[in-house]
């Protein structure tokens, strides 16, 4: 009788525990479907970053998006639509520097990315301030992160939306950031 | 209660009706459906111009070929059961033996008509043959215009080329041809491979990657057509769709010497406060309208945008509020196109579709 008891409250007990287990994992993330406008005529900021092996400065701005796995998506999305494609390929890079490979020139955390895009860099790259919402350059910013690994797996992005032309973001394996040396490029800007 | 009794009735009467017509009603049904299929604005059956009466014409003769031939068939094959059944009244009654005679008959009207199957199949052949050669034999002596398209994953990039330079211009989506004037096309592609199809002027062409199509064809009537991506090519193919204007030619003209010009200065002080947001957000990264800054070709071309009929590969009629849509979040009426959402406030927006609705 006891055993009987006991069998009841193990079997339903477990029950409610792969309940609440699933229950809890329908909410993961906060995920925002309209981000807010860009802002026209922002003001011009003086970048402080050196290319190469300069030491960069440390900046402690939070990028709102690494941890959201929709955000992920939208930026590899926009990674095609705002035709980074154009220069950088699909990460292998072309006339642009590659952006899967562990060499940085401009900074690797999410903050460096994001001046790097909005303010553009010597010899090529353009700025985007003002055409792209800040939002979405901290989207794409965390998806050039996914490209070599930088995110946990479970965030960065697992397919592609059409052929896929290298692994997906989720299998890469983490590579170790290095500051590389001056560029060529970089050299006589 | 009687009124139960009356649906009942109606029912069962209608039932058995249905029953009884259904034999008049599926033909009768599938004609009217059959009916919809001539006459459109984007149909094989409906030629406009001589490349299409070509394909239309071994249309019709393969139609009428197989038909008369279905049509034999059939009859003698009723015939032959007909004939069966009154040789053979006894259906388990083992069937006569076989003379020698009748086996050589029944030699002759298998190899009969196996020759004439062959024959026909090869008269098809032939004919196809010579529809094809006829379609592109005289390429090289059609100087008429010539315009390049090329196919984008999902839009048709077009450029009217011209021996002065001044005069090439690019637009999309929207063909403008003279009636009666050979038009060549150069059929490119820089993504995917798609298939230039207007049904009424011509036959399908794919567009590949790294490769130049061409093909002539001619409108004889002038009118509109319709053409549509014949190559699947991604999520969009279906909204990937185009219009033929074919003009007379004064008019042609006229539509073209407005293309060249550069586009409208900004007429009222809401235009330009458009114009500025236009350049001053993404939209200037994609799209060039001539005489601004804004010179990218990554997206269609806007220089004369409300002078097109439809945005969005011919998707949408274009107008204010499908524009503000289309600008908006085009990924809601689009799923998967290029165009990222541009979110502006009110005032932009309005001040944005003004200067987009002066683009004449």
């Known amino acids: 009788m006891h055993s009987k008891k006991a069998k009841f409250v193990s079997r339903n007990g477990r029950a409610l525990l792969m309940l609440i287990v699933v229950v809890s994992a329908c909410k993961r993330e906060q995920r925002q479907f309209d981000p ?57 890079g072309a006339i642009g520097p590659a952006l899967m490979d562990e060499t940085w020139i401009y900074g690797s955390d999410p903050a460096s990315i994001h001046s790097t895009i909005v303010e553009g860099r010597p010899n090529g790259m353009p700025s985007f301030r003002g055409k792209i919402s800040d939002y ?15 995110l946990r797996k479970d965030v960065a992005p697992g397919r592609s939306d059409d052929m896929n032309v290298h692994r997906s973001e989720q299998r890469v394996e983490r590579k170790t950031p290095q500051q590389s040396t001056i560029p060529k490029a970089a050299e006589q800007p | 209660m009687s009124n139960k009794l009356h649906i ?15 034999f008049v009603l599926f033909p009768t049904l599938t004609a009217l459906l059959l009916t919809g299929c001539g006459g459109g604005l984007q149909s094989v059956l409906n030629p406009s111009g001589p490349q299409s009466e070509h394909i239309s014409g071994l249309w019709w003769f393969m139609l009428i070929t197989c038909t008369i031939v279905f049509v034999l068939v059939m ?44 024959a026909i ?38 450029r009217y080329q011209d021996v002065d330079a001044s005069s090439i211009f690019t637009t999309a989506n929207e063909i403008h041809i003279p009636v009666g004037v050979p038009v060549t096309f ?58 033929i204007f074919a003009e007379p030619r004064e008019q042609f003209d006229a539509w073209r010497r407005a293309q060249i010009q550069s586009a409208a200065s900004p007429a009222t002080a809401s235009e330009q406060r ?87």
């Open chain 2, 274 to 360: 458009g114009q500025q947001v236009f350049l001053s957000s993404a939209c200037v990264m994609c799209h060039a309208i001539n005489g601004t800054p804004a010179g990218s070709n990554f997206g269609p071309n806007l220089t004369h945008l409300a002078s097109r009929k439809t945005i969005a590969a011919a998707t949408l009629p274009n107008d204010r509020q499908h524009l503000a849509q289309w600008v908006d979040d085009s990924q809601q009426i689009k799923p998967g196109n290029r165009m990222p959402p541009n979110k502006f406030s009110p005032e932009d927006m309005q001040a944005l579709l003004d200067y987009l609705q002066s683009l004449k």
């Open chain 2, 121 to 158: 199949l090869f008269v098809f052949i032939v004919d196809s043959f010579f529809v094809g050669r006829g379609m592109t034999a005289e390429l090289d002596r059609k100087q008429g215009i010539n315009i390049e398209v090329t196919g984008h994953q999902w839009w048709w990039e077009v």
């Open chain 1, 36 to 92: 807010p406008p860009t802002t026209t005529n922002p003001a011009i900021v003086q970048s402080e970053l050196q290319p190469g092996g300069a030491p960069q400065p440390q900046t402690s701005t939070k990028s709102p998006v690494e941890e959201n796995a929709n955000a992920l998506s939208d930026g590899k999305r926009l990674f095609s639509l705002y035709n980074c494609t154009g220069c950088h390929a699909n990460g292998g």
């Open chain 2, 75 to 118: 009859i003698l094959l009723f015939a032959a059961v007909v004939k069966g059944r009154k040789g053979f009244p006894d259906p388990i009654a083992p069937p006569e033996k076989e003379t020698r005679e009748s086996e050589r008959r029944r030699g002759v009207v298998v190899a009969v008509a196996t020759a004439i199957t062959i």
């Open chain 2, 8 to 22: 009942a009735v109606a029912r069962r009467f209608w039932c058995c009706a249905v029953r009884r017509a259904r």
């Open chain 1, 136 to 150: 979405q350059v901290w989207e794409l910013s965390a998806y050039v992160r996914s490209l070599s690994g930088q």
């Open chain 2, 186 to 243: 150069s059929l490119k592609a820089n993504d995917v491979i798609h298939s230039f199809w207007v049904p009424n002027l011509h036959g399908k062409k794919d567009l590949i990657p790294g490769k130049i199509s061409t093909i002539w064809l001619q409108a004889d009537k002038p009118g509109i057509y319709r053409g549509q991506c014949a190559e699947y090519c991604g999520h969009q193919h279906a909204h990937m769709a185009l219009w």
